[in-house]
């Protein structure tokens, strides 16, 4: 994460702060920030004829930080390699330069209208913006940081209590990335002038020429203005929400299944307890247990605020590792009780599958649930530890989890599975 000190494209001394931009790429050398203008890719849709020498783009953007909306694409020249094109052949379009006021804040989404004729039906363009300035406007180094940050202060660290729609939305309390909106999509909570549906639940509403309330999903007006409005799910290619998802392995409508692993034998809402298309492995490795005495509690994983996913990266700086320096687990104060754990006690986490040792955290956050007539209580761990360094780090948290994948993407269930957790070690000083 580095400002520049200079606000050309071109070498620059690095010092704390933060760079993004979608217009240039960086590269870090021995002291300095090297900014170049970045390439674009546009795909061009033409008839089968001879290229004529002119193309008019007209590119499509989506937001970073703002509300979305179109810009013009100006560019000073195009040329193919050679008159005759083929398919893939490739045209390169020069000068590229983005207008408008928030031009930063946007990144490329392109679809273009050649007002020539091209021998292709689909042909991949190079455009390549000239050399140009940087005009110092960039705000962040992770876009998911974006306006969390800016001329006021930290917005991430307000505490203000104000909230004016009486629906809990508090806008002033912290910050909501990328724009401080509290609900997505929430222009579906307004009817086609724009009032509320429900009066007594009131988050948005346009009056005088503009919406007041929650930041708006899409600043574009109500409905009736047909000419210059968008559907509320932005999303969505269609604009509105739906219940059936077609060309899904388990849809099209959706249902709920208990994961691979449970504290439950039978689901409530389905004669199925699990999802018959999920994916489950066979081997040893992929042992697994429900219901299972040996591993009454539910177990899930996440992340913390000082570590970046597996912890790969900020586990060797010292000040992160400081603030989280090794595995633990988290429990609930009755759980605690229950076996004998105290904060801070070295404890062992256990699947059907391996077994971690973890500092305990207990605490308030966590408590048990009532299933069925029954008291289950959760754990949880991160899974940003292992492998090297710090040397007493601890493991991964996923030498717990289970292999078995959701059926779309095989994404696997780490978020809730079934473990047990002892007491293996004395208090820490």
Request: glycine share 10%.
């Given at each position: 994460m ?7 494209a ?8 933060t760079?993004?931009?979608d217009?240039f790429?960086?590269?870090?050398g021995?002291g ?6 970045a ?6 849709t033409?008839?089968d004829?001879v290229?004529?020498g002119?193309?008019?783009a007209v590119v ?14 100006s560019h000073?020249?195009a ?10 052949k ?5 000068g ?5 006021p ?12 050649p007002?020539?004729e ?10 390549v ?9 960039t705000s ?8 969390s940050y800016t001329e ?5 660290a ?12 508090y806008p002033?309390?912290?910050w909501?990335?990328?724009?401080n909106?509290?609900i997505i999509?929430n222009r ?6 724009g009032?509320p549906?429900?009066?007594?639940k009131n988050?948005?509403?346009y ?7 929650d930041v708006?999903?899409?600043?574009w007006p109500?409905m ?16 509105v ?11 099209p409508f959706?249902?709920h ?7 439950v034998?039978?689901n ?6 699990m999802?018959?298309t999920a994916?489950?492995?066979g081997?040893?490795t992929?042992?697994?247990?429900t ?6 509690f539910?177990?899930t994983t ?5 570590h970046?996913q597996t912890g ?12 989280q ?14 076996k004998?754990?105290n ?5 062992k ?6 077994e971690?040792e973890?500092?305990a ?6 408590k ?8 289950v209580?959760?754990v949880?761990?991160p899974?940003c530890?292992g492998?090297?360094?710090?040397e ?10 289970p292999?078995?994948?959701d059926?779309n993407?095989r994404?696997p269930?780490t ?7 002892e007491?293996s ?5």
């Open positions: 580095s400002f520049i000190t200079g606000t050309t071109g070498k620059h001394w690095i010092i704390p702060g760079f993004l931009s217009n790429e960086i590269s870090y021995l300095t920030l090297c900014i170049e203008p390439p674009a890719t546009i795909n061009v033409a008839d004829k290229y004529d002119t193309i008019e499509h953007l989506s937001g970073i930080g703002v509300d979305g909306g179109e810009l013009d694409i000073t020249s040329s193919f390699a050679d008159k005759d094109v083929a398919e893939d490739l045209v390169t379009v020069h590229i330069a983005i207008e408008g928030d031009a930063s804040n946007y990144r490329l989404n392109p679809v273009v209208y007002s020539a091209i021998s292709a039906r689909s042909i991949d363009v190079a455009a913006t000239d050399h140009k300035d940087y005009d110092g406007s962040s180094g992770n876009w998911l940081y974006c306006n006021k202060g930290n917005m991430a307000r505490r203000g209590k104000k909230d004016p729609t009486g629906m809990g939305l002033e309390w912290s909501c990335w990328p724009v909106r509290r999509y579906a909570s307004v009817d086609l002038n009032k549906w429900s009066p007594d988050i948005l509403e009056k005088n020429g503009k919406w007041v309330g708006p999903d899409g600043g109500p009736t203005n047909k000419e210059k409005t968008k559907r509320p799910f932005i999303m969505k290619p269609d604009g929400a739906s219940v059936f998802g077609p060309g899904r392995a388990d849809g959706p249902e299944y208990e994961p691979l692993e449970c504290p034998p039978k409530l809402f389905s004669s199925h307890r999802s018959p994916v489950v492995y081997a040893d992929d042992a697994h247990a219901c299972d005495p040996r591993f009454p539910v177990g996440y992340r913390v605020t000082e970046w790969i990266l900020t586990r060797w700086q010292p000040w992160l590792l400081e603030t320096p090794q595995l633990f687990v988290e429990m609930s104060i009755e759980l605690g009780k229950l004998g754990i904060n801070g006690d070295k404890c986490v256990s699947s059907a599958r391996g971690v973890a500092v955290m207990v605490t308030g956050r966590f048990p649930f009532k299933i069925q007539g029954t008291t209580h959760q949880g761990l899974w530890f492998w090297i360094y710090p007493d780090g601890g493991d991964s948290a996923n030498l717990l989890t292999s078995a994948g059926p993407t994404i269930e978020k809730a599975f079934m473990v047990n957790v007491k070690g004395k208090r820490r000083a």
